[in-house]
């Protein structure tokens, strides 16, 4: 089984591309579904934190490919405290 992709022209140029694309989508529209997020107007000066693409293939218990899985994360580490965020929280249980 070859590596996952690392980026997201890997992702979309491979033999299994519909499946990651396919991926893509369930991702969104969780996004979509789930609120996740509000289309807003930046603030003059400022600019938008950017995302990536993650892939991952999962496997099931016999380690056969059971499904491709892709997760849309934001750049966080380019935030800067005090001008993108005044607190942070993170819940532990």
Known sequence: MPDDPVTH??????DDADKWKVA????????VSNETWTLTELPKGRKAIRC??????????????D???ARLV????????????DETYSPVV
């Open 9 to 14: 022209q890997d992702a979309i140029r491979r």
């Open 24 to 31: 893509m989508q369930e991702e969104y529209d969780a996004h």
């Open 52 to 65: 990536k693409w993650v892939y991952r293939t999962k496997l099931d218990a016999d380690g056969n490919l």
């Open 67 to 69: 499904r491709h899985k």
């Open 74 to 85: 934001i750049k966080g580490f380019s935030q800067r405290k005090g001008v993108d965020y």
